[in-house]
Antibody, heavy 118, light 111 residues
Framework: QITLKESGPTLVKPTQTLTLTCTFSGFSLSNSGVGVGWIRQPPGKALEWLALIYWNDDKRYSPSLKSRLTITKDTSKNQVVLTMTNMDPVDTATYYC??????????WGQGTLVTVSS | QSVLTQPPSVSGAPGQRVTISCTGSSSNIGAGYDVHWYQHLPGTAPKLLIYGNSNRPSGVPDRFSGSKSGTSASLAITGLQAEDEADYYCQSYDSSLSGWVFGGGTKLTVL
């Protein structure tokens, strides 16, 4: 059974850097074809794809947020970390960690609500 | 504005059939990239409903079906049930953006 869980701060101040950790089980990020990504949903709005890292360390980012995002993995710890710099109130959202296979998201974490406010 | 266009809302009575459209362009659906669908119930994580245009993961009832043609895709739900009331999102890959994109979501109301 694949499970993912997001962890990180629930409140960040504007201009600060957000660091979110995804801890997963049920698969290995060293297996060919496997990816772990991040998707967010602002309150009342649609899902937005943010970033994805593959088993071979190939990294993909949303073009609109690429300059602010960094995704890394620690295969030995079964973790993926997303950092987003220069946070703004518009970045307030529920952030989901996802397991990716063949371009779709087979499993999702429960999500973590991050509020950006001073 | 989302790259993939969905109707904001659809509704139907229990037992009826509803469809949700997802319209893209030549850089995503029309380029041959697969379309996937997710069901999002309030307060829960989204759930994969259809992958690869028309495939159902294990455990998804066959009341849910997907199709794709040209630059559009559709999700059909037959035998509508109260528990189907949720938000539905389509997703694909866009070559112009070099990334994955979602539709704006469709709220299904079971009357």
């Amino acid at each position: 059974q694949i499970t993912l869980k997001e962890s990180g701060p629930t409140l960040v101040k504007p201009t600060q850097t957000l660091t979110l950790t995804c801890t997963f089980s049920g698969f290995s990020l060293s297996n060919s074809g496997v990816g772990v990504g991040w998707i967010r949903q602002p309150p009342g709005k649609a899902l937005e794809w943010l970033a994805l890292i593959y088993w071979n360390d190939d990294k993909r980012y949303s073009p609109s947020l690429k300059s602010r995002l960094t995704i890394t993995k620690d295969t030995s710890k079964n973790q993926v970390v997303l950092t987003m710099t220069n946070m703004d109130p518009v970045d307030t959202a529920t952030y989901y960690c996802v397991y990716s296979s063949s371009g779709y998201y087979y499993a999702w974490g429960q999500g973590t609500l991050v509020t950006v406010s001073s | 504005q989302s790259v993939l266009t969905q109707p904001p809302s659809v509704s139907g009575a229990p037992g009826q059939r509803v469809t949700i459209s997802c319209t893209g362009s030549s850089s995503n659906i029309g380029a041959g990239y697969d379309v996937h669908w997710y069901q999002h119930l309030p307060g829960t994580a989204p759930k994969l409903l259809i992958y690869g245009n028309s495939n159902r993961p294990s455990g998804v009832p066959d009341r849910f079906s997907g199709s794709k043609s040209g630059t559009s895709a559709s999700l059909a739900i037959t035998g509508l049930q109260a528990e189907d009331e949720a938000d539905y999102y389509c997703q694909s890959y866009d070559s112009s953006l070099s990334g994955w994109v979602f539709g704006g979501g469709t709220k299904l109301t079971v009357l």
